[in-house]
């Protein structure tokens, strides 16, 4: 899907003009900085309670970490049309 149907395809499903788009697009990218925020500090919070961690602990607490913050959004958007 190029950008021009993907934004035609967003502008029909929620019924807005450009400026509904813009501010659609600004609120998920907000969404994408607070995520990663949370993300970064439930990882951090688990490190320091171990009182430290290899990398490799480090990356497989991440993985864990956002596998709970994305899993739900995963699941929901597995049977969505926009391919």
Not at 36 to 53: D, N, P
Not at 69 to 76: E, G, I, L, P
């Amino acid at each position: 899907m190029n950008d021009a149907t993907l934004s035609a395809y967003i502008r029909r499903t929620f019924e807005v003009d450009d400026e509904g788009l813009r501010r659609i697009a600004l609120f998920v990218l907000a969404h994408v900085l607070v995520d990663t925020r949370l993300i970064a500090l439930a990882l951090f919070k688990r490190v320091s309670e171990r009182g430290g961690a290899s990398l490799a602990t480090v990356q497989a607490l991440s993985d864990e970490v956002s596998e709970r913050t994305f899993h739900s959004a995963s699941r929901a958007s597995a049977g969505s049309p926009v391919q």
